[in-house]
């Protein structure tokens, strides 16, 4: 606003400048049809506008679609759009590639290139919302934390993109309606807590016994399962909020009655829920999905102890697009 203020132009024209940027997603000066020729020229000599752009964009036979961002700099990151009749999802990245090193996850194989920008999160929320505008006809209505990248990692920058998603100046969407999944970082958990967030928490867990935990997220090594279960207490006590686990059972890896006994333990010191994911295989062949029979065993276990477990099925599996298989396989 000051910046037309002070170049002789009026102050709103800074605010219709905005709704350009961030409401309507365009990248072009001259797109900004609301305002006089000379003053789109003006802006076009003075700014450069660094912006996202998607690259390619594939479509699922169950209707998911995929983007591969390309950013300012010429790196790429995915984003996917998942429709189900109730709800459209965003699922969004957070960093270029990843630092930690999950065994079972293709992202971890980019290693982390750099972390997103809170404008390059915003962009792809707002990409997705005007795909699923065109394609569905429905605007979006939830966002997760579950591309590429760790957003504990990165937590400045996507708090800032949540409260430019939130805030009405952007897209006002209701915070309830984002979930930020995380490998589990005691420490930025505690800092989520303190900071009084309202958006959702989902931590990754698919082990609450350590050795197995350290065997296939390496990490649990520097951060145990003593820590995070602290962290997430931590976490209860100051947000009153349900935690959500997701979880894959694999087989010989945690299919037995132990991995569930252990699971059960975990969760007992505040309300929570389990989400048990189809795992989506990244062609290594070490990891196998468990047979339908230990699943049911999870559930049957769980639900006897009044923990809520729902079974999800992957999305967008053909075209490389579900949980854990973003990693730029163009
Ligand atoms: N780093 C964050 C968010 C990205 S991963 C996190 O760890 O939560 C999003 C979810 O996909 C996580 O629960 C992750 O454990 C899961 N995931 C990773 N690879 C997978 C795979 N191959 N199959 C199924 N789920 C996978």
Redesign the pocket.
């Known amino acids: 606003m000051a910046f037309f203020s002070e170049n002789g132009e009026q102050a709103f024209r800074g605010k219709q400048v905005y709704e350009w940027l961030w409401k309507k997603g365009v990248h072009q000066f001259e797109d900004m049809t609301n305002l006089s020729k000379e003053t789109r020229q003006f802006l076009e000599e003075s700014f450069s506008i660094n912006h996202i752009e998607v690259d390619t964009m594939q479509r699922s036979k169950d209707g998911t679609l995929k983007n591969a961002v390309r950013l300012h700099d010429g790196l790429i990151v995915e984003s996917v759009l998942i429709p189900t009749p109730k709800r459209t999802t965003a699922?969004v990245s957070?960093q270029v590639g990843?630092s930690?090193d999950?065994k079972?996850?293709?992202?971890?194989r980019l290693k982390r290139m750099r972390n997103l920008n809170p404008d390059e999160i915003y962009d792809q929320v707002v990409a997705i919302d005007k795909q699923s505008r065109l394609y569905y006809n429905k605007k979006l209505t939830n966002i997760?934390?579950?591309?590429?990248?760790?957003?504990?990692?990165n937590y400045n920058n996507v708090l800032k993109a949540i409260d430019k998603i939130t805030s009405d100046e952007g897209l006002g969407m209701s915070p309830k309606r984002i979930v930020?999944?995380?490998?589990?970082i005691p420490k930025m958990i505690r800092k989520m807590a303190e900071d009084e967030v309202k958006f959702n928490l989902?931590?990754?867990?698919?082990s609450a016994i350590d050795e197995v935990r350290t065997q296939i997220?390496p990490f649990n090594e520097t951060f145990p399962l003593k820590d995070l279960r602290e962290a997430l207490q931590f976490w209860y006590t100051k947000t009153k909020r349900r935690i959500t686990y997701?979880?894959?059972v694999w087989e010989g890896i945690n299919d037995t009655t132990k991995d569930i006994l252990a699971l059960i333990d975990f969760c007992k010191f505040a309300p929570s829920k389990v989400?048990l994911?189809?795992?989506?295989?990244?062609d290594d062949g070490i990891?196998q999905q468990a047979k339908t029979s230990a699943i049911e065993k999870y559930v049957s276990m769980l639900e006897a102890k009044n923990i809520t477990v729902t079974v999800r099925r992957?999305r967008g599996k053909d075209i490389d697009a579900?949980?854990?298989?973003?990693a730029n396989k163009a």
């Open positions: 699922c957070s990843c930690l999950c079972f996850c293709a992202t971890s997760v934390f579950m591309g590429m990248g760790e957003p504990l990692m930020v999944s995380t490998s589990g989902a931590v990754s867990l698919h997220m997701e979880y894959v989400n994911i189809e795992y989506n295989p990244i990891f992957s579900a949980c854990g298989q973003l």
